[in-house]
């Protein structure tokens, strides 16, 4: 199995196909959101600095990503498959992550570019709830996603969350973050034959998953 790099508009799915991934195919996953999540918690200066950038929609610089995607890297069993979910932001991120895999000979990968349409992304992001306790997700906005109980997880029945930075605000400028950096990474990647376009509003979740299969086996 390939390798899986995510280069994801906000609330296009990336964690859930990495769930799926995780789940059905044994990957193993490093989300760069949620080790920048994690270190909010720890509420130090540094988590609340990480926390004022999460809640802009702007990017965190680069010294700080490449830190803790190295450090992740390196407790990860490379004889399994991974998935990289929020990296590369930018191109000088893609050029970083090659150096990287050049350092550790990982050349079996696919760039995944999972695109959305504004409006649709904004609804789901919106929408979107997640279980602090088992991390299940759900959507308020799609009968299909939405949790049974509202408000509760179906699986642990604990209350659930939705992220700072889901409001309409700084969705608006993760988006526009996210459309003013990415045409140079998936020319960077589609030079180099590396690439996966999929337009997630044209198909179900588990047809999008049967293209990302086929793609990486
Ligand atoms: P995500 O969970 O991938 O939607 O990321 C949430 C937020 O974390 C983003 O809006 C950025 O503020 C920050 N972030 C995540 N990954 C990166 C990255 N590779 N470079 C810079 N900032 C990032």
């Known amino acids: 199995m390939k390798n899986v790099i995510f280069i ?6 990336k964690g859930t196909f990495s769930n799926m991934l995780m789940e059905r ?9 949620d080790l920048l999540r994690n270190i909010v918690k720890t509420n130090t200066s540094l988590g ?9 929609g702007k990017l965190v610089n680069d010294e700080l990503i490449f830190k803790i995607l190295k450090d992740a890297l390196k407790q990860m069993d490379l004889q399994n498959p991974f998935i990289i979910d929020g990296l590369p932001r930018n191109i000088n991120q893609a050029y970083y992550l090659n150096n990287l895999f050049n350092e550790i000979n990982i050349d079996n ?5 999972l695109d959305l349409e504004y409006e649709i992304a904004l609804k789901r992001a919106l929408g979107r709830l997640s279980c602090p306790n088992c991390g299940t997700t759900y959507n308020k906005f799609f009968d299909e996603f939405k949790p049974k109980e509202e408000n509760i997880c179906d699986k642990c029945g604990s209350v659930l969350d939705s992220r700072t930075d889901d409001n309409e605000e700084s969705f608006k400028q993760r988006f526009e973050t ?16 590396k690439l996966l376009k999929i337009n997630t509003h044209e198909f179900t979740n588990e047809e999008i998953f049967d ?7």
């Open 25 to 33: 195919c044994g990957y193993n996953h490093i989300s760069t959101g």
């Open 48 to 56: 609340n600095e990480v926390s004022e950038v999460l809640k802009s």
């Open 109 to 113: 990968y696919l760039a995944i570019n």
């Open 178 to 193: 996210y459309q003013n950096n990415v045409n140079p990474i998936l020319e960077y990647y589609k030079n180099n034959n």
């Open 8 to 13: 994801a508009a906000p609330a296009t799915g």
């Open 211 to 217: 293209i990302i299969m086929n793609a990486v086996k």
